[in-house]
């Protein structure tokens, strides 16, 4: 009976703070389509870089974008961040940014199957094993934090995100994010402290702000389409326009880290940073864990943390682009031998000298004298030692 009444009181708390008592279905609503959007915008990424080597490979001279295959990539791409826009305003924003992960599960699995990557048998035991121990980390990891992740979820009405912005919580950390968002854009621009972890630090503070926007956003939206409408309100479009400019810094901060960096470890480091401070921001702004036990929070950041190595595992093992041979070819200058275009050897193999035209030390071979006359003069000499026949073939 006591245990009864205990539940009936945490239900009348819960629905006093907005939030929906039995919210399963929605959770469930919010993870299919985020889940349903990364699987479809990594599917589009592969169909766009599929178009861009079969142009490359048949020597296409017509541009990208007027090939069937890439607009198709590119229709699957909206059609997926549609898809991840509207999950948020079903599910929390704790349980939504974690399943960015199932994008480099598919997009490892489809370098294999759909782009056809080459396998070495060489390089097997020390790299795609590893990859396939990443993706089943990562798999069990989402299992984790989605069985475990924050159930409850709010009405995202016009009043209670006004409330929730105007909160101690989300000041005090908006005023913490400046500042140190601020440091870290002295360091780099001024200090020209180029490390990726600053880079990425930059991203991941704006991202903060990106999701919280989004979400508020999209639960605004779907909330105006299916009750009240909320577009009348100004907090909608001071979300919206914080929106749109996070994302558009963002991708600069991006764009500048991928002129300095790999694209796999850009691809690892941003997933942990953005991950935690999304988490972060959605404990805070949304309060999304006031109504979690300690088991179900440990649970859920044991799974984040799984899901990092595993994503960890994968992008350590992308393949690298081979290191620059320095060497000049013979193909560039004058005159070229005959020899070289019957495909015989003209330059040294390179041997790990990054002297210039990269030429083995051959100072203990003695060097060959030549003849004093090597003039080969045909109507001169009585008799020519290489018949006209032998000069034919040659």
């Known amino acids: ?27 469930l609503i919010g993870t299919l389509l985020a889940i349903f959007g990364n699987l479809l915008v990594s599917i589009s990424v592969s169909i766009q870089k599929q178009s861009h080597v079969a142009l490359a490979g048949n020597k296409d001279p017509r541009q990208y974008y007027y090939t069937k295959t890439w607009w198709s990539g590119l229709m699957l791409m909206v059609l997926g961040e ?46 795609y094993i590893l990859t396939f121990l990443g993706c089943a980390l990562t798999a069990g ?49 001024r200090r020209n402290a180029n490390y990726l ?6 991203v991941a503070l704006l991202g903060s702000v990106t999701v919280i926007t989004v979400k508020a956003v999209s639960g605004m939206i779907v909330l105006s389409i299916l009750g009240p409408l909320q577009l009348s309100y100004p907090i909608f479009y001071v979300m ?26 850009i691809a690892c480091v941003n997933y942990i940073f953005c991950t935690t401070f999304a988490i972060v ?8 864990f006031n109504h979690e036990d300690v088991l179900h929070i440990c649970m859920f950041l044991l799974g984040c943390a799984i899901c990092f190595l595993g994503v960890f595992l994968i992008t350590k093992n992308k393949r690298k682009a081979k290191a620059f041979e320095p060497y000049v070819t013979m193909d560039m200058a004058k005159g070229i031998p005959t020899i070289h275009n019957k495909g015989w050897a003209v ?38 030692p290489y018949q006209p026949s032998e000069l034919k073939k040659d």
């Open 1 to 27: 009976m006591s245990s009864d009444l205990r539940m009936n009181g945490v239900r009348m708390a819960r629905e006093e703070d907005g939030v929906t008592a039995d919210s399963y279905t929605e959770n």
């Open 82 to 127: 549609g898809a991840l826009f509207v999950s948020y305003a079903f599910a929390p924003l704790s349980l939504i940014a974690p399943l960015n992960a199932v994008s480099v599960i598919s997009s490892s699995i489809l370098g294999f199957v759909f782009l056809r990557e080459k396998w070495k048998a060489q390089e097997f035991l020390k790299r």
């Open 141 to 189: 990891g989402t299992y984790l934090f989605v069985t475990f992740g924050p159930n409850s979820h709010e009405k995202l009405n016009a009043e209670n995100i006004v409330k929730h912005v105007i909160g101690w919580p989300f000041l005090l950390y908006l005023l913490l994010g400046i500042i140190t968002f601020c440091l870290v854009l002295y360091f780099y621009k």
């Open 197 to 202: 972890v600053l880079i990425l630090l930059l």
């Open 240 to 265: 919206f326009v914080c929106m749109v400019a996070t994302i558009v810094f963002q991708a600069s901060f991006l764009a500048q880290a991928s002129h300095l960096y790999d694209s796999s470890l």
């Open 281 to 288: 921001a959605g404990a805070i702004f949304y309060q999304e």
């Open 347 to 384: 330059q040294p193999d390179y041997s790990g000298s990054f002297s210039y035209g990269a030429l083995e030390n051959n100072d203990s071979v003695a060097p060959v004298t030549l003849p004093v006359d090597q003039k080969l003069s045909v109507s001169s000499s009585p008799v020519s």
